[in-house]
């Protein structure tokens, strides 16, 4: 799936850092008949998730509910931090609806669930509804459908108090005139103030329930992680790479060479998503001993693997692998969500044992290797390339590619100097 995104700008409260913020505006607003803003029910899991999202999963699962029901999710933005994509998280928020979704910025998977404005959400537990417009999600409220549990904590410096359950946390404002009624930071349950009044949460969060710690605002909700995994799930396989040799899937253990025919691949990796022909071979005016003439249409063809990053280049008449390309999945670039994250591990040209002995060798490129520690391991370069997708696809311009002898990696402009690489090119 392929969003046409458009670009704004943006500051989120998470450390006042700046972001890019994409907003899927490219459809007009579509809106059920009598269906008003924010009046939406989703039902409420605690610990696993709320309406079609549930913690752990990817990204781009995220993206293709979203895209299932455009007549519910039709304001979405996405923000990240374009300096450094992969310090702090990737989030979708739903401004109509008041809530957003934070995917850890390293395996792309939904760590946690904030609602931030419970006005604007209704949720279901069981055959109850909470919050929205016509139902407050005061703190009896919420005690009478959740049931008992331990006392909360209050945090002083924001005046808010936290209340726990398994995966699931209500945060309430307290009114300054009464936080005497809080004790050694608990109180009372349910909490009601003198005049008989009970405060409005402000915020629910939603995260697996096997946290390690209890996840609030602030600070707390760092501790917030996706579920681990299912055992042999092939999202975020390892990828290892021996330069000019082959690659190896380290889940599945498939061993794929440069050289290797489309029935090795489809006997290693199945059936591809996808098969494209490369319609014109725009670097072979790079290569002086390349004797075709520059105006030949190329018949090289891809291999798509959207579901493990890959691409794989067949030689239009040897029909063998040609060239392999892994994808890093950041915002920002025009591919992001085409691809799922590829997690490749490359290694240097000093690396000459089995992939058995990985862990031995120093010299490891992965997705999270800054440029600086790339030029460490295989040297300077020189100049980069200019690759352009065209103003109209891609909304952040071109992109710098530098090449190596088997191997070049993509960057993104703002981040070049200091960051990570985009797709990377494993040429034989």
Sequence with gaps: ?????????????????????????????????????GAIVLDLKPGLGIGPFSLGMPISKAFAQIEHQPNIYDVVHVKYFD?????????????????????????????????????????????????????????????????????????????????????????????TQYTDCLHDGEAELPLEFPDGTTPVTCRVSIYYSSTDGKVGVGSSMERAAAPPLPAGSLYMEEVHVKLGEEL???????????????????????????????????????????PRPRTTLCGDYFYNYFDRGLDILFDGQTHKI???????????????????????????????????????????????????????????????????????NNPFGSTFVYGYQNVAFEFMKWIYCNCNSLPVMIKH
């Design 1 to 37: 799936m392929r969003l046409q995104l458009t670009v704004s700008f943006s500051r989120e409260r998470n450390g006042d850092y700046p972001t890019k913020q994409q907003s899927m505006l490219q459809r007009p607003r579509r809106r059920c008949e009598g269906t008003a803003m």
């Design 83 to 175: 300096e450094e994509p992969l310090k702090l998280d990737i989030v979708i928020s739903f401004p109509d609806h008041g809530f957003h979704l934070r995917f850890d910025p390293w395996s792309q998977r939904l760590r946690l669930i904030e609602i931030y404005d419970v006005k604007r959400l209704q949720m279901r537990y069981a055959t109850s509804l909470i919050g929205g417009p016509s139902t407050l999600a005061t703190f009896v409220a919420v005690y009478a459908l959740f049931g008992p549990t331990f006392p909360g904590s209050y945090d002083r410096d924001r005046g808010v108090y936290t209340l726990f359950y398994p995966g699931l946390s209500f945060a309430f404002p307290i009114p």
């Design 322 to 392: 040609k060239k392999f390309v892994l994808h890093t999945n950041y915002p920002g670039h025009a591919d992001f969500n085409s691809y799922i994250k590829c997690n490749f591990v490359i290694y240097g040209c000093d690396f000459g044992g089995s992939f058995h002995e990985v862990k031995m060798s120093k010299n490891r490129i992965t997705p999270s290797t800054k440029w600086e520690q790339v030029k460490e391991i295989l040297g300077d370069c020189g100049r980069a390339a200019i690759q352009t997708q065209g103003s109209t």
């Design 248 to 290: 190896w899937f380290a889940v599945g253990g498939q061993h794929i060479p440069f050289g290797a025919s489309p029935q090795d691949v489809w006997t290693e990796l199945g059936r591809p998503c996808g098969i494209h022909q490369k319609q014109v071979d725009q670097m072979v005016i790079h290569s002086a001993s390349d």
